[in-house]
């Protein structure tokens, strides 16, 4: 892992945990770059999964949530609006009721997914944070935790995939 950091004054950019400590940088500035690049590197998998999650167009998207305001209060639609799903459920070979709880199933997992890649980035970042910057092997403690909170988030993405898929 790449660290970034200043140390008396001075900037080291793209440095090793390594090459930083042949050059005497003290372990406790080399632990914190590892938080702070530990910390970047779970916002980049929590955006990337934001990015999969919401990787339809703009107009898909805006479709997704007519659709589930429809499926929440059927009987608030316009006609038109319960046309257009009947049209939707007869190509699909399922009928209007069938299809308005596909649709609340798929933005309630939706929604849950969401929720959980809230709760995943917050959990990572405390668990990288609470080790001490002095611990002994805080760095193979932060790569581990690190490693850890990137498989587990990866099991997460691959199950909410096989829940979101289709529709």
Not at 18 to 41: D, F, G, M, N, Q
């Amino acid at each position: 892992m790449d660290l970034n950091f200043t140390h008396d004054g001075r900037g080291y950019t793209n440095f090793s945990p390594t090459a930083a400590r042949a050059a005497a940088i003290p372990e406790a500035v080399i632990i914190a770059a590892l938080k702070r690049a530990a910390s970047a590197a779970i916002a980049l998998v929590a955006a990337e999964y934001r990015a999969q999650l919401s990787s339809a167009s703009a107009g898909k998207l805006d479709e997704y949530r007519i659709k589930e305001a429809i499926a929440a209060d059927p009987l608030g639609a316009a006609p038109g609006e319960l046309e257009m799903i009947d049209r939707e459920a007869a190509a699909r070979g399922i009928d209007r009721d069938a299809l308005l709880l596909v649709i609340t199933d798929r933005a309630r997992a939706a929604r849950r997914v969401a929720l959980w890649i809230g709760a995943f980035e917050a959990e990572a970042h405390a668990t990288i944070n609470a080790i001490p910057d002095t611990a002994p092997g805080a760095q193979t403690t932060i790569e581990a935790a690190l490693a850890r909170l990137k498989s587990e988030a990866d099991k997460a993405a691959g199950q909410a995939a096989a829940t979101l898929g289709g529709a």
